[in-house]
């Protein structure tokens, strides 16, 4: 499967499925020991306890052989709880590998789709999608052993009943197989509430994420109560949808229920000629083939909620990619810049851009496009003479390095944060960037200095040092141009100053160029350029600092 091919989830567990083919088998084999081993245990038993009985009823229990039962029966016992043990092991080491390829896949799906699409997911959609619906799609890979389990307790079941005759081996497939047909049925039933469930609780985690990120606001214009309410009706969605799931589930409980009973009985009475040890044999083996069988029918059961999963995920995973031109994707690429918003004027690299103009007349909107965060309209933006639209995003994301307005934090360390823009950056490496975000004094001021956990989104950081720390990973960067947003709003003139000129001397020893929005006086001066995209006439004005 090459890169950036269309992919489905199906295909990616295909192909995971041949690299983790044998813990897949053993799995296999295992619910197949599990199942034999228990239907032969119960059979036995039965056998056991009722010829032992009727042993002691004639008074011959002195010549009764209570030895080799009660050797099969332990030893039975334990193949049953080993083999048990070995397809959850394996089963789940499978599952666990498989899902090792499809996590990632989706998240770059998610990270790389266009931005209309990306924007369309919300932090509660992508979670129930990356979380819940992966998680549904594991446990069906663990219960791809449930057909083997059926296969070995039939398989059991009827050499035991043959004891009886074909009676009670007819009865015990007759049985199994009627009640695989029903559970099919109500599985088919069970597709629409399956559905709802998921789509509910995506929901829930939706509202959950939407009011959670607000939670100081809500309590200081008092709308606890609103959102609180709002949360309920969202859970009320999603516990209806459940209730419906729920009573879908048990007309399956019920069909076991009464296919056990009637297999037992049916095979009981037919196994009788053979005498009461080898009917209660027969009859106990019929009902543990039906027990055996519910591994099965729960899989049944969750194809639904498998269907619906799979479906979500391969909505994200099949989403059209931007047309490319190939030719000058691949071509070596000069790092000139050029805009039509600015009369096509050429930036070098090395230029340091201020690019000014009112609120909401598009700055941000511009520097994001450059990375392939919004859609770039066609003959906007030339890189190195090549459109912009015509370079594929994670070739931008070489090119760009970008500290935004609004600066997003991982939670983790100060490390962490900055090593995401140069993973073999040394200690060196990153207090310079420190040192030239004005926050390196900070930072040597915490206890454990770059290894000090910063909490979610930088929570332990104020906002001009999340914006700071934001700006030194970006500086730490080997991109030819950096694009930074508002670098230095909300700091002091004094840590603003000492920003600028630490920031304008790196830029000189690096020869990277800067795209600056930006409101203030003081860093439309530390440019060497203005581009103004407030609208004059029929123009945009463009003016040497």
């Known amino acids: 499967m090459t890169p950036g091919s269309p992919q489905s989830v199906a295909s990616i567990l295909r192909h995971a499925a041949s690299e983790h083919r044998r813990s897949l088998r053993r799995a296999a084999a295992a619910g197949f020991a599990v199942a034999a081993a228990t239907v032969l245990l119960l059979g036995l038993s039965g056998w056991f ?55 990632p896949v989706l998240f770059r799906a998610i990270a790389i789709a266009r931005p209309a699409r990306t924007f369309g997911f919300s932090t509660g959609e992508a979670s129930a999608r990356l979380v819940q619906d992966v998680s549904v799609i594991e446990a069906a890979v663990v219960r791809r052993s449930a057909p083997w389990s059926l296969l070995g307790a039939m398989g059991s079941a009827g050499a035991l009943a043959l004891l009886g005759g074909w009676g009670p081996v007819v009865a015990v497939g007759v049985t199994v197989l009627a009640t695989v047909a029903l559970a099919g049925v109500i599985a088919r039933l069970m597709a629409r509430p399956a559905r709802a469930v998921l789509l509910a609780n995506g929901a829930l985690k939706d509202v959950v994420g939407l009011y959670g990120s607000a939670a100081a ?25 459940q209730i419906s799931g729920v009573n879908a589930a048990s007309w399956l409980d ?36 039906v027990d055996g069988a519910a591994p099965f029918l729960r899989d049944l059961a969750q194809r639904a909620s498998v269907a619906v999963a799979t479906d979500r995920l ?7 990619a931007a047309a490319r031109c190939p030719s000058q994707d691949d071509a070596p690429l000069a790092f000139d810049l050029s805009f039509a918003a600015f ?17 909401g007349c598009g700055k941000t909107s511009l520097i994001e496009a450059l990375l392939g965060l919004r859609e770039g309209a066609r003959c906007a933006v030339r890189i190195g003479g090549v459109d912009g639209v015509d370079i594929a995003p994670d070739r931008l994301r070489t090119i760009f390095a970008l500290s935004p307005q609004d600066a997003h934090l991982i939670a983790g360390t100060v490390r962490d944060n900055l090593l995401l823009a140069d993973p073999v950056a040394d200690d060196a490496r990153l207090w310079a960037a420190l040192h030239d975000a004005a926050l390196d004094h900070r930072i040597a001021a915490l206890a454990l200095g770059l290894d000090t956990w910063i909490g979610e989104n930088g929570a332990c950081l104020s906002g001009g040092e999340r914006r700071r720390l934001s700006l030194a990973r970006a ?54 350029l203005v581009a103004d995209m407030t609208p004059v006439d029929a123009a945009r004005s463009l003016e040497a600092a």
């Open 343 to 359: 009369g096509w004027q050429t930036f070098r690299r090395g230029d340091r851009v201020a690019i000014v103009g009112r609120s």
């Open 217 to 241: 606001e809500l309590r200081c214009y008092d709308l606890e109560d609103r959102a609180g309410a709002d949360v309920a009706e969202a859970g009320a969605v999603l516990a209806k949808a």
């Open 475 to 528: 500086l730490l960067s080997r991109a030819p141009w950096l694009l930074l947003d508002e670098p230095t709003e909300g700091l002091d003139p004094v840590t603003q100053e000492a920003v600028l000129a630490r920031v304008s001397a790196r830029l000189g020893l690096t020869g990277q160029g800067a795209l600056i929005v930006t409101h203030s006086a003081h860093v439309r001066h530390a440019c060497n």
């Open 49 to 103: 306890l009722t010829a032992a009985a009727f042993a002691a009823v004639m008074g011959s229990a002195h010549v009764f052989n209570y030895m080799l039962p009660a050797v099969a029966i332990r030893l039975l016992a334990i193949v049953r709880t080993g083999a048990r043990y070995g397809e959850r092991l394996t089963g789940h080491d499978a599952a666990l590998g498989m899902m090792a390829r499809v996590r």
């Open 254 to 289: 019920l069909v076991q229920s009464v296919a056990l009973a009637l297999a037992a009985a049916v095979a009981f009475v037919l196994a009788m000629p053979s005498g009461a040890p080898i009917a209660a044999l027969a009859g106990l083996a019929a009902a543990m083939a």
């Open 314 to 320: 391969d909505e994200i995973l099949t989403q059209p």
